[in-house]
């Protein structure tokens, strides 16, 4: 680690209660490197086949997941990064997590698949400033194609392996680099993991490094490229959203997960964040509009 003024190893402790709400943990895979390994977790949120006869636009102002399109007929235009894209049939596309994009679609029929797809420390593999990944290969398509027909999560699992194989590669010094990145700050992915969001404070995490809150502060935004405040701010809507989308906890169950004892905070918070009350949020039926904005 990079904290030679405290040579100490973190400790991490005081975790959820068993009733915490977990979610589905998906499937993991290691790829060697050195005297070491890669750890990659990839977890299914949703998948399915879209098939419409009519054009539509979607505006995405912060995506939660990351994206894996598959047109078998059709197709869209993408504006992302202030880049116009035609996204054509039989390439397979990915979308990165936190990608600001607008979409039309043409009629369509879209395979699709809404992944968390994350390192061993539970943070995206993408780096904040990506944009749209084209891959093509014709058995990656045909493994997708056929994981559609199965309707088996088996045949969904290895047709995302087989699509890894050929994508992260690409990436090798990116993976490392986050990987480095995110071994530095590894006690405080956990301690986030195991902690009511809302109650977790600077000083709990400066306390791990036994830093002073305004070092390890500086520390982690020079490191990460983003602000400790806001990562945790962003940290917390994700988790409210998939809450509210994918459980059946009603929402003073999940502000009692997230750390409000207060059911009213945790409204103001919400709301202040995604322009909606949890409500409105879940009552959103139309997947692709009802990803919010942070403020």
């Given at each position: 680690?990079?904290?030679?003024?405290?040579?100490?190893?973190?400790?991490?402790?005081?975790?959820?209660?068993?009733?915490?709400?977990?979610?589905?943990?998906?499937?993991?895979?290691?790829i060697?490197?050195?005297e070491?390994?890669?750890?990659?977790?990839?977890?299914?949120?949703?998948?399915?086949?879209?098939?419409?006869?009519?054009e539509?636009?979607?505006?995405?102002?912060?995506?939660?997941?990351t994206?894996v399109?598959?047109?078998?007929?059709?197709?869209?235009?993408?504006?992302?990064?202030?880049?116009?894209?035609?996204?054509?049939?039989?390439?397979?596309?990915?979308?990165?997590?936190n990608?600001?994009?607008?979409?039309?679609?043409?009629?369509?029929?879209?395979?699709?698949?809404h992944?968390?797809?994350?390192?061993?420390y539970?943070?995206?593999?993408?780096?904040?400033?990506?944009?749209?990944q084209?891959?093509?290969?014709?058995?990656v398509?045909?493994?997708?194609?056929?994981?559609?027909?199965e309707?088996?999560?088996?045949?969904?699992?290895?047709?995302?392996?087989?699509?890894?194989?050929?994508?992260?590669?690409?990436?090798?010094?990116?993976?490392?680099?986050?990987?480095?990145?995110?071994?530095?700050?590894?006690?405080?992915?956990?301690y986030?993991?195991?902690?009511?969001?809302?109650?977790?404070?600077?000083?709990?995490?400066?306390?791990?490094?036994?830093?002073?809150d305004?070092?390890?502060?500086?520390?982690?935004?020079?490191?990460m490229g983003?602000?400790?405040?806001?990562?945790?701010?962003?940290r917390?809507?994700?988790?409210?959203?998939?809450?509210?989308?994918y459980s059946?906890?009603r929402?003073?169950?999940?502000?009692?997960i997230?750390?409000?004892?207060?059911?009213?905070?945790?409204?103001?918070f919400?709301?202040?964040?995604?322009?909606?009350?949890?409500?409105?949020?879940?009552?959103?039926?139309?997947?692709?509009?009802?990803?919010?904005g942070?403020?």
């Open positions: 680690m990079d904290f030679s003024d405290n040579p100490s190893t973190p400790q991490v402790k005081d975790s959820l209660p068993k009733e915490h709400w977990r979610r589905n943990n998906g499937f993991s895979w290691q060697p490197c050195g070491t390994s890669f750890q990659f977790r990839c977890r299914i949120v949703e998948h399915g086949i879209t098939i419409a006869q009519k539509s636009d979607f505006n995405h102002p912060y995506p939660m997941f994206r399109f598959l047109f078998r007929k059709g197709g869209a235009e993408i504006i992302c990064r202030n880049q116009r894209r035609t996204l054509v049939e039989n390439r397979i596309y990915i979308l990165p997590t990608m600001v994009f607008q979409i039309h679609y043409y009629p369509r029929e879209l395979i699709y698949y992944l968390c797809l994350n390192d061993g539970d943070q995206p593999i993408f780096d904040r400033e990506e944009s749209v084209e891959i093509v290969s014709d058995p398509r045909g493994q997708l194609l056929r994981a559609q027909r309707k088996s999560e088996i045949f969904h699992h290895a047709a995302l392996l087989s699509l890894f194989a050929e994508f992260l590669p690409q990436r090798q010094e990116q993976i490392f680099r986050n990987f480095r990145r995110h071994l530095e700050f590894s006690a405080l992915f956990e986030l993991d195991t902690h009511p969001l809302a109650l977790v404070s600077l000083s709990d995490l400066a306390g791990l490094y036994g830093l002073s305004s070092t390890f502060s500086k520390r982690f935004s020079r490191k983003i602000s400790l405040k806001r990562f945790l701010l962003e917390q809507i994700r988790y409210a959203c998939e809450l509210l989308l059946p906890k929402v003073a169950e999940i502000a009692e997230l750390g409000y004892r207060d059911i009213t905070y945790f409204y103001r919400f709301r202040k964040q995604t322009g909606m009350t949890p409500q409105e949020f879940r009552k959103n039926k139309t997947m692709e509009s009802r990803c919010p942070l403020a």
